[in-house]
């Protein structure tokens, strides 16, 4: 199978904006969900700088153990969209359907969810593979600049194996999305953070690297996840 993702326009776009973005050094991050994945985000990005805002579904008064630990602020959904340069969406999956779109528009978004048919219950359009999660997402919030990331890794390893840029193994995490500036965004987030990053297409290509595929939580250095990307069958 051949997949031409990683020498198409869109990722040519991603590196010409990438170089745009070089130079960042600190943004304003704003994450829905607090549980295991909103947290790890917070504090990677806290570490490098970063300014981040927790929220969740019962008001950041539930936040109070957390703003403390994390030295963070703490908001309502609604104040951390309004806050974030970028905005994470660490939440179940079907919680974004009480997302209210406009809050979204213009937003550069995160969607790190998966689908976990057994938490989730089933979705018809997923399990036949007719669409894919941040497709659902996107369709949502339809003006939002919605990017796939931060979802096919596991928390307590984007915690401990981030690298020096350059580094001889330095694992890589996938991404994709149809606006190249905001991925490209995401991508110094990922360097940021100590990972190299593949480019796998549109936002259409998610599935590349859903729940169950090879590239699912299974470190892998630059090559090797760019070869189990093109290598994936639906």
């Avoid at 974004?96 to 790190?112: C, E, N, S």
């Avoid at 057994?118 to 919605?146: F, N, Q, V, W, Y």
């Avoid at 593949?198 to 595929?213: I, K, P, T």
Wanted: charged fraction near 20%; charge should be negative.
């Amino acid at each position: 199978m051949f997949i031409i993702v990683y020498l198409s326009p869109i990722c040519c776009q991603l590196q010409e904006a990438s170089f745009n973005h070089r130079r960042i050094t600190s943004m304003k991050i704003g994450i829905i969900g607090a549980g295991f994945v909103g947290r790890v985000v917070a504090q990677k990005a806290i570490a490098v700088g970063h300014d981040v805002m927790l929220s969740n579904s019962r008001g950041p008064q539930t936040l109070f153990s957390q703003r403390a630990a994390l030295q963070c602020a703490t908001g309502t959904i609604a104040e951390a969209i309004a806050f974030g340069d970028i905005v994470v969406i660490a939440i179940p999956l079907p919680a974004y359907a009480t997302l209210d779109p406009q809050l979204f528009d213009g937003r550069i978004v995160i969607d790190a969810a998966n689908y976990y048919f057994e938490r989730d219950g089933h979705i018809a359009a997923l399990d036949r593979g007719e669409t894919t999660t941040s497709e659902m997402i996107a369709a949502h919030l339809p003006k939002a600049r919605l990017v796939k990331a931060f979802n096919a890794i596991r928390m307590v390893d984007l915690e401990t194996n981030g690298m020096a840029s350059g580094a001889p193994g330095r694992n890589a995490l996938p991404l994709c999305g149809d606006d190249a500036a905001a991925k490209a965004l995401v991508a110094t987030l990922y360097d940021q953070f100590g990972f190299d990053t593949v480019d796998a297409g549109l936002l259409a290509e998610g599935w590349r690297f859903e729940r169950g595929r090879p590239a699912y939580c299974v470190p892998m250095d630059r090559e090797t996840l760019e070869a189990t990307l093109a290598g994936t069958t639906r």
